[in-house]
């Protein structure tokens, strides 16, 4: 059996810039189709994808021999034609214990472009449910991501790191008010009508906004978030139409193309006065960078936004130090869950032989006495189901508690003599092999 890891492939707002991550940013159909090639691929056991604004992430438990690079143009280069042949300088690789303290500080905010937001743990949550869903994750990827999910939470209801935090549609506002001072009778249009685009109005109108029209390619979308601000919905195709009286846009729409072109805004501007500002929050972007080129138009995509959370940037390390120790908390725990599956195959053989004994002595006892009342009989059954769980406390209480790797194994050894189980299966071997998972040595390997 091939000894397996835990792998991290990606890249991010921190080793890519936005053009290299908008080749990256992939949609449900790509997920599943990689999937698809990840089932048929003999080195990798387990799947997650994470795919975000800001990163685009492969989470894998894979064949510890195999080049991660090489895996990782197997999986994609099809998939994504557009890929740079350059992606290699991009990307980060992570395996072992380093790969589950990254997602933790994922899950936890720590790793995004405005620490302390609280959307990624909805869309890791998100990756994890389609991962499952193709049939990608097992037994560790099924664990280890509820883990990081309950550190998210631990950390939001725990620290305060989103107390003053920001996320990134608060730091478009914030960079409107930059160029108009105040959002004071601003007229806003919001391209796309997502969560994203909700905070964002949320923001804008909390700051003096005074009109907030949507438009989405589905119309009935763009009606219903409207309605939530007492705004106005406008069919998508006449967005260009609205920009003629709209000082701030905003757009998170899931195209793969420009929704605002140079070219098509040449109109707008020629019959314009005032600045128009364009905060495009979409990856891939949604609005031509050639725009900005016209006077008076300030186009600012999700790269632009880091700058806007500096001040708050000292406060929230202070909770991000807090959040740290409970991540330590969270991959202790990973590691005691991964110790108990080295013993649970010994522990599971234990318990079976030993029922399948107690069935076999009732049977016989039961010939004997064939006068037993089936109440007798049912307090017979309940007296050795006792007997056989008070022997098999103890010895399975003390492999569990085994903490020291060479400690464990050997008693996993003396109770497998002991009790004469069978030489270890399959499944045993793999939850001795689970170790390296985390990049350590097999427990019990000579030094």
Not at 85 to 102: K, M, P, Q, R, W
Not at 345 to 352: F, K, Y
Request: glycine share 4%.
């Amino acid at each position: 059996m091939a000894v397996m890891q835990l792998a991290l492939i990606g890249l991010s707002h921190k080793t890519a810039p936005v053009e290299v991550r908008e080749l990256l940013a992939l949609t449900i159909a790509d997920k599943k189709a990689i999937f698809a090639r990840v089932l048929r691929d003999a080195r990798i056991n387990e799947a997650v994808i994470v795919s975000t604004c800001n990163r685009s992430e492969f989470y894998l438990v894979a064949d510890q021999d195999c080049d991660l690079l090489n895996l990782f143009q197997t999986l994609v280069l099809g998939v994504l034609p557009a890929c740079p042949e350059n992606i290699s300088d991009y990307l980060y690789f992570e395996t072992g214990v380093a790969v589950v303290h990254h997602l933790f500080k994922v899950s936890a905010s720590l790793d995004s472009m405005v620490v302390g937001e609280a959307q990624i743990l909805g869309q890791l949550k998100d990756s994890y449910d389609l991962a499952f869903e193709q049939g990608a994750t097992a037994r560790v990827f099924n664990k280890l991501f509820r883990l990081s999910f309950e550190a998210g939470k631990r950390v939001r209801n725990e620290t305060k790191i989103g107390n003053s935090a920001v996320s990134i549609s608060y730091a478009a506002v914030e960079l409107a008010k930059r160029v108009f001072e105040n959002l004071s009778g601003r007229r806003i249009l919001l391209l796309g009508a997502g969560e994203m685009s909700e905070l964002t109005a949320r923001h804008m109108q909390a700051n003096g906004a005074s009109q907030v029209v949507v438009t989405n390619r589905t119309f009935a979308t763009a009606r219903d978030l409207a309605a939530k601000f007492k705004g106005r919905a406008i069919p998508f195709e006449q967005r260009y139409e609205a920009l003629k009286t709209t000082d701030i846009v905003v757009s998170a729409t899931s195209a793969t193309d420009y929704v605002i072109s140079k070219q098509d805004l040449a109109e707008v501007v020629a019959r314009r006065r005032n600045p128009l500002f364009f905060i495009d929050i979409a990856v891939p972007r949604d609005i031509d960078p050639d725009c900005a080129h016209y006077r008076n138009v300030y186009v600012y995509d999700v790269d632009a936004l880091d700058g806007i959370v500096e001040s708050n940037r000292a406060e929230r390390m202070v909770e991000a130090s807090k959040a740290e120790l409970i991540i330590q908390e969270e991959i202790a725990a990973f590691e005691k869950w991964l110790e108990l599956m080295e013993v649970e195959p010994t522990i599971v053989a234990m318990r079976e032989q030993a029922e399948a004994l107690r069935q076999t002595e009732l049977s016989r006892a039961y010939k004997r006495l064939e006068t037993l009342s089936e109440e007798e009989r049912e307090t017979i059954d309940r007296l050795t189901q006792s007997l056989v769980s008070k022997m098999l406390h103890n010895p399975t209480h003390r492999l569990r508690e085994a903490s020291d790797g060479r400690k464990r194994v050997a008693a996993i050894e003396t109770a497998r003599y002991l009790y004469k189980l069978e030489e270890e299966q399959d499944a045993q071997k793999g939850f001795r092999l689970i170790r390296s998972l985390l990049g350590k040595r097999p427990s019990g390997a000579a030094d």
